[in-house]
């Protein structure tokens, strides 16, 4: 079972499906959650979890806690939360997690005190090793930045649709496209797309215009577009695939729809 640690419950449910056997077994055990853009760190005390941890325990029940490390994020590996009831929720490139043991793998308060629940029900006369010494940190100088390139810079490969194409389209997993059209007419409007994945940035002769972000369901900008050859640029942004509920199969990146 995920997520359920009321050891009755959980006993229940797993002798339905098991023929009234066990093993009785807890896959994923929350002691903390994920961070996403825009929101502050997640803390969960461990006093919230740690009765819940004893009783779970002392029932001989078994559980994979997760996470017990909070690693990082490997390059674009990073997943997202999408369903019905919340907007997109792209996580950020950490997987801190407010796990017990932290991003550095050093022991945290949270750890402490679950392991005093673990120590409480080994068998009589076992004892826990030593818990290693938190790693030191480095002290880095302030950095500098003293030159910057632009991305027009490094514009190698095209390759050309009368629609856009989708990450997937193009065998990228991972990362950003520049999508590029040529406009031949000066005009105004609305600038709408139906269908971006994940996050865009509007540009008219190399100049941008604007943002759109599907965390915030924005999916039009206007803009006006002078006389004479007029090149337009959206340069998306894959934020992170949903890795689990009801869309996990709607994954597409890019721009999805024809441009209106």
Not at 210 to 233: A, E, F, H, W, Y
């Amino acid at each position: 079972m995920n997520g359920q640690d009321n050891p009755a419950i959980v006993k229940k449910v797993i002798r339905e499906l098991n023929n009234g056997k066990g093993p009785f077994f807890i896959a994923e055990w929350y002691p903390a959650w994920f961070d996403w853009w825009g929101t502050p760190h997640h803390k969960v005390p461990a006093e919230q979890y740690a009765g819940k941890l004893d009783s779970v325990l002392g029932a001989g029940i078994s559980i994979n806690m997760y996470m017990f490390h909070g690693g990082s994020t490997r390059a674009f590996m990073n997943g997202a939360n999408y369903r019905d009831s919340v907007p997109y929720e792209p996580q950020i490139s950490s997987y801190d997690y407010d796990a017990p043991l932290d991003e550095a793998g050093n022991a945290t308060d949270k750890f402490m005190k679950f392991r005093a629940v673990i120590e409480k029900h080994l068998p009589v006369g076992t004892k826990l090793p030593a818990v290693p010494a938190s790693k030191p940190a480095a002290a880095l100088e302030t950095i500098h930045f003293s030159a910057e390139s632009s991305i027009y810079d490094y514009l190698e490969k095209s390759k050309q649709s009368i629609q856009p194409l989708t990450f997937e389209d193009l065998n990228q997993a991972y990362g950003y496209v520049l999508y590029r059209t040529v406009i031949n007419e000066g005009k105004s409007g609305i600038l709408k797309i139906d269908g971006l994945r994940d996050y865009g940035l509007v540009y008219i002769n190399g100049k941008r215009q604007g943002i759109l972000d599907r965390r915030l369901n924005q999916d039009s900008l206007m803009i006006d577009l002078p006389k004479g050859k007029v090149t337009l640029d959206i340069l998306v942004e894959n934020m992170g695939r949903i890795n689990f509920g009801p869309f996990l199969l709607q994954n597409k990146k890019g721009l999805l729809a024809r441009l209106v």
